[in-house]
């Protein structure tokens, strides 16, 4: 009887418990962009003091840290994520230059400016829906979420789990309960103009602050009994302040979510958390103050430790965070490819870039690299990936590729401006324009157009021969006028007007994504008469004929103001009377560039050497030197000679901070040192060796490097250059 008694008394006293001890705990992060890291200094403050979360609902930002979180991500990794990221990348679309194809790579060696327009098939302009298409951000949330490829319940979640996005169409709000988790929180951080929308279920889908940035209805509705809001919401800053692009961003999103926000806080009740971290110093691009935001957000959280110890479950442990903590296996086993396609391309060509061996586990490094070479070929608005399990045994990789809506054929355009300030200057400007995706192999035609001081037209097309265009054929035409000074005894005695045009077919193999072999065979024929010197000075015509040989590499980071790497170029030539040339002779040129930088400085050391052998017409066979960094102080190619050389050391330090996001205009100040010389075979010429210095301001703009110089020579020359295009 006593022990019945004791069991009767346990069973009342266990009725008796406090009834929050069985409540279900909903958190709701609130969007804020980069400030909204500070999510994961709340979350770090919850867990110490043994708060459970039952549910997560998250917008913008707050999508992707509770989305992650969720997931299975300790707070330890998100910490290490946001303070190691480079954001800057992730935030862009361009994958690092080393993984970009050579092909592409070779567009940046002209004087062109970086930004292209595109145009459609039918010839109309084609304009993206955002500055950013997310591709860098949609590879990484992929890559952090593989593990949970599988789930496409969000409910199912470690931490069920439910995202917030506006309909750009209707305006209405779209709660993503299910799917494909990294694009759920894709789409609701779309912010509009900004990232284009994510089309999802036939909309479009574009950041979920616009109509509810602080989702405490979606955590209700998920069966919370309380809530802990976090809301990062600032007030709005007066005219004065408003006084850079960032400042008029800011300002957009504090207005878009405003008046959203203050309706869902209105519905909060005494029992309910409410979390607002002291941001106001901190706007929505500052990534690279993660540390001080993630610390705001602990420290407000840690002052409402009385409040939250209502919430904090008796036993302390939460078998859902238990497991959303667990190591789980992130690089599953891949038993086959798949591709979902719809652009120029064939499939095998997509293929062909995907190195992931079958029957071994998923290599996100080389996965990450393969997609970025696949993006930089530039026919794909964007080119993800997902993991579909098969079985117990494997899962498939599938590679969905698709083609810009915008067009795939591109036009560039850039100019630069060269004065010796002694009335003599240099003129050119530039186009080209390439038509891509031609065959499903991936054809190309490009032509190139320059007027000015020194004319071009250059047109090719390119056939690679296999699915990995490793092997192609480049047919070509070509053509050029510019001016040429006949030199005697050191002193100009004519300036000729020389004119060439000719063809010549290609057969080439690239090799990786660093660099180019060419052999070639090609004719030209053209004119060379006298445009000032003595009339009586001989006019003539000539006929070439040739075999050719091209080698180029390239790793360097940056091709306007590279901190790494290196590049060659080799260029061999033999003119071969058997082709229809008048003269048999041989002629070589090899540039080098070396990158190298520590904190803000970078230097660049290299060169160039010409060499014609053999005895050949002085005017049709020299080189040129002469430009800023190239013998500073003459004008652009005032020095030829049938040999060339030149050495150089150029400095520069970058004077700005660095911008974590894509708009970035990072301004550089420098100097150069050139040691060169020009001459001919015959004697008749030869410059000596001429030492040149130079000063420049670089600004490097969205549409390329804009750079200021002055250089000097022992020559007593002086000149300013002004580039808008590739600086050196």
């Known amino acids: 009887m006593p022990r019945l008694l004791n069991l009767l008394l346990v069973f009342l006293a266990l009725l008796s418990l406090p009834t929050y001890a069985e409540e279900r705990i909903g958190l709701v992060l609130s969007g804020g962009a980069a400030r909204g890291l500070a999510h994961i200094g709340v979350l770090k403050s919850l867990e110490r003091q043994g708060i459970r979360i039952d549910a997560i609902a998250g917008t913008s930002m707050g999508a992707i840290i509770g989305g992650l979180y969720a997931a299975g991500y300790r707070v330890e990794e998100l910490e290490q994520l946001a303070l190691q990221l480079d954001w ?82 209707t305006g209405e709000e779209v709660i993503l309960r299910s799917g494909h988790l990294p694009q759920a929180m894709r789409a609701s951080m779309s912010i509009p103009a900004v990232f284009a929308p994510v089309a999802l279920d036939g909309r479009l889908l574009v950041d979920g602050g616009m109509v509810n940035n602080i989702p405490i209805d979606v955590a209700r509705q998920m069966g919370v009994d309380r809530v802990i809001v976090v809301d990062l919401g600032t007030p709005l800053r007066p005219v004065d302040e408003l006084t850079t692009v960032v400042d008029v961003m800011n300002q957009s999103i504090t207005l878009m979510t405003r008046k959203n926000s203050e309706e869902q806080l209105k519905t909060l009740t005494p029992n309910d958390v409410l979390i607002t971290p002291p941001l106001a110093g901190y706007g929505v691009a500052d990534f690279n103050r993660a540390e001080q935001m993630i610390d705001a957000g602990y420290r407000a959280t840690e002052a409402l430790s009385a409040a939250l110890a209502r919430l904090v479950q008796p036993g302390g442990g939460s078998p859902a965070l238990a497991v959303a903590r667990s190591r789980e296996q992130r690089n599953p086993l891949i038993r086959e490819i798949r591709v979902e396609n719809d652009s120029k391309v064939g499939d095998a060509v997509i293929l062909s870039h995907i190195r992931q061996p079958l029957n071994k586990p998923l290599d996100l490094g080389r996965l990450q690299k393969d997609m970025g070479t696949l993006y930089g070929l530039d026919y794909f608005e964007r080119v993800q990936y997902r993991i579909t399990p098969l ?120 090799i990786a994504n660093n660099g180019e072999i060419r052999f070639g065979i090609g004719q030209a024929w053209g004119e060379a008469d006298v445009r000032v010197g003595e009339r009586d000075l001989p006019s003539f015509s000539f006929n070439e004929g040739y075999y050719e040989l091209k080698y180029s590499f390239d790793t ?85 000679g049938q040999n060339i050389a030149l050495a150089r050391m150029i400095y520069y330090r970058r004077l700005t ?68 295009g590739r600086s050196f």
């Not at 960094?629 to 003459?634: E, M, Y």
């Not at 420049?696 to 002086?718: A, H, I, Q, V």
Request: charged letters at 25%.
């Open 88 to 169: 800057q990348q992730a935030l862009s679309d361009s994958p690092p230059r080393e993984d970009i194809p050579f092909r592409r790579k070779q567009d940046d060696r002209d004087f062109l400016i970086k930004q292209k327009l595109s145009f459609r098939d039918d010839g109309s302009l084609g304009l993206p829906l955002g500055v950013i298409q997310g591709q860098n951000l949609a590879m990484l949330l992929e890559t952090l979420l593989v593990h949970r490829s599988d789930t496409r319940n969000f409910d199912r979640l470690p931490i069920p789990f439910h995202a917030v996005a506006t309909d750009i169409a």
């Open 391 to 510: 079985d117990e045994h494997g899962s498939a990789l599938v590679i969905d590729a698709r083609g810009r809506r915008t067009g795939t054929d591109y036009l560039r355009i850039g100019l630069n401006l060269a004065d010796d300030m002694r009335g003599d200057s240099a003129f050119n400007i530039g186009a080209s324009y390439r038509i891509n995706g031609i065959n499903e192999l991936g054809a190309e035609w490009l032509t190139r157009l320059q007027l000015g001081d020194r004319q071009e037209l250059y047109s090719e097309f390119y056939q690679p021969l296999d699915s990995g265009s490793r092997y192609f054929v480049a047919p070509y035409l070509s053509g050029e006028a510019r001016n040429i000074e006949s030199i005697l005894d050191n002193d100009p005695i004519a300036e000729y007007r020389l004119e060439r045009y000719g063809y010549g077919i290609n057969l080439g193999r690239q």
């Open 556 to 640: 360097l980071d940056n091709v306007d103001f590279p901190r790494q790497g290196e590049e060659i170029n080799l260029q061999l030539r033999k003119y071969d009377k058997g082709l229809d040339s008048d003269q048999d002779y041989r002629r070589w040129q090899v540039e080098l560039n070396k990158a190298f930088s520590h904190e803000s400085n970078s230097w660049i050391l290299g060169g160039l050497y010409g060499r014609t052998l053999d005895e050949a017409d002085v005017v049709t066979s020299g080189f040129t030197l002469g430009g800023a960094q190239q013998l500073s102080g003459f004008r652009q190619d005032a020095l030829s």
């Open 657 to 724: 901070q660095h911008s974590l996001l894509p708009l970035d205009f990072p301004l550089y100040l420098g100097m150069s040192l050139e040691r060169g010389r020009a001459w001919n075979n015959d004697n008749a010429f030869d410059s000596g060796y001429i030492n040149a210095a130079s000063i420049f301001l670089g600004l490097d703009t969205p549409l390329g490097p804009l750079n200021f110089s002055y250089g000097l020579n022992d020559e007593r020359e002086k000149a300013l250059y002004l580039n808008l």
